[in-house]
Antibody, heavy 123, light 107 residues
Framework: QVHLVQSGAEVKKPGSSVKVSCKAS????????LNWVRQAPGQGLEWVGR????????NYAQKFQGRVTITADKSTSTAYMEVTSLKSEDTAVYYC????????????????WGQGTLVTVSS | EIVMTQSPATLPVSPGERVTLSCRAS??????LAWYQQKPGQAPRLLMY???TRGTAIPVRFSGSGSGTEFTLTIASLQSEDFAVYYC?????????FGGGTKVEIK
């Protein structure tokens, strides 16, 4: 099973950017999907986007198009999510989660999760 | 996008009771439905996928059913470690979407 370890908590000013990392071990990094899911304080789960490292082409929830960039570095088995133009509403725990990319169009459940990274946006 | 609706939002339960959680999709998603369990301060954990297949090392007291738009997660006899928030999620179409969650709390 894939093991995911994320970078530490961040505190950012409104309008700035943040880049969160997710290092994977186990499995074949290039071939599975890596998703980002966020959870605002006391709220539910919201899918942000996904990348398959071997393809390198991400897809995003429409809400995050243009403000979120997901990338992957195959040499270090690490995925990244950058969020720009941060707003207070972006305060959340951001999780990376893997899938085995076995289904049609990559539509499969999220079977391993990182520990989460708290991003706080405050002036 | 497909909207997932869970009910109830909160469910007070006593240990040992049978628990039934509901999830509804705004359009048919076949059996492309997963359930996750989340405890305070922890990441979600995959409980069920394909609507009725248990994830790795998930106890047999958890079962899932349904297809199309109506789904159910049942816990046969609630244990103390089962008090948590449960989310359903569809993976029939992009974007992936989650229900709002059901919190199973101690009565």
């Amino acid at each position: 099973q894939v093991h995911l370890v994320q970078s530490g908590a961040e505190v950012k000013k409104p309008g700035s950017s943040v880049k969160v990392s997710c290092k994977a071990s186990g499995g074949t990094f290039s071939s599975y999907g890596l998703n980002w899911v966020r959870q605002a304080p006391g709220q539910g789960l919201e899918w942000v986007g996904r990348i398959i490292p071997i393809l390198g082409v991400p897809n995003y929830a429409q809400k995050f198009q243009g403000r979120v960039t997901i990338t992957a570095d195959k040499s270090t088995s690490t995925a990244y999510m950058e969020v720009t133009s941060l707003k207070s509403e972006d305060t959340a725990v951001y999780y990376c989660a893997s899938d085995d990319n076995s289904g049609p169009y990559g539509l499969v459940p999220l079977d391993s999760w990182g520990q989460g990274t708290l991003v706080t946006v405050s002036s | 996008e497909i909207v997932m609706t869970q009910s109830p939002a909160t469910l007070p339960v006593s240990p040992g009771e049978r628990v039934t959680l509901s999830c509804r999709a705004s359009q048919s998603i076949s059996s492309d439905l997963a359930w996750y369990q989340q405890k305070p301060g922890q990441a979600p954990r995959l409980l069920m996928y394909g609507a009725s297949t248990r994830g790795t090392a998930i106890p047999v007291r958890f079962s899932g059913s349904g297809s199309g738009t109506e789904f159910t997660l049942t816990i046969a006899s609630l244990q103390s470690e089962d008090f948590a928030v449960y989310y359903c999620q569809q993976y029939n179409n992009w974007p992936l979407t989650f229900g709002g969650g059901t919190k199973v709390e101690i009565k």
